[in-house]
Each structure stands twice: as C-alpha cells, then as structure tokens.
C-alpha cells in the first residue's frame, strides 16, 4: 500500500534532516519516494504503475507519495525541479534521484540496482 508522507512522517520513516547532517535512512526497508502533484500529468501516468509495483512487491520495499504543493519544505530539501521525481532509498548507500514519469520496466530494473530487491514471482 502506498502511503502518503508529510514532513513529520518522512523524519520519521525516511531521513531526519534537521537532526543528521549526513545521510542515514530511518525506514525498515528499501524505499521508493513520489515527488508528484495533483494537477501534474505524467504524475498521473505514474501513480497507477506505483500501484502495481507496490502490490508486486509487498513487504519487500515502500513506496511512499509527496504531493510537492503541500510539502514545499521537502521537495526544496531534496532540490525537486521537476515533477514526477524519484527517490531511490535503499538501506545502505546514499539515496538515487531519477525525473520523469518512468516505464515500469525501467522501475523495476532501478528497484533490481539500487535498492537490490529482485522482483518477486
């Protein structure tokens, strides 16, 4: 299930910022992270795809949403230019940002190389 971040949330989840200088990611499992706007269509191209993936993959990543309008603070912390953007957390390593309303496959091979989670059968 996808769920929806505020800043309060990413702390939490994702990475506290205002308490580390350097990178550590807070979450249980790798993640993937939805830079997007309501009124932005490849946003909309992507959303259902993240549906997919997020039933395809379970438990074994998250995938979580940041509407850029609502939460300005986070998409400028993260230097979102354009929309949709990407955040690549995987539970080691720095985080990878990608633009654009990605094909799955595309997604899935990120997913396979950076968060090194192998799509499930």
């Known amino acids: 299930m996808i769920e929806n971040l505020t800043k309060e949330t990413f702390l939490e989840k994702i ?10 990611f807070e979450g249980k499992r790798p993640a993937v992270i939805d830079f997007y706007a309501d009124w932005c269509g490849p946003c909309k191209t992507l959303a259902p795809i993240l549906e997919i993936l997020s039933a395809e993959y ?3 990543i998250a995938i979580y949403k940041i509407d850029t309008e609502a939460e300005t603070e986070l998409a400028a912390a993260f230097a979102v230019r354009s929309i949709p953007s990407l955040l690549f957390c995987s539970s080691d390593g720095a985080p990878q940002m990608a ?10 091979r990120i997913i396979a190389d950076v968060l090194k989670v192998e799509k499930p059968f």
């Open 99 to 108: 633009n654009g309303a990605l094909p799955k496959a595309e997604l899935e």
């Open 58 to 60: 379970g438990d074994k």
């Open 15 to 24: 990475f506290n910022f205002e308490k580390n200088k350097e990178w550590k």
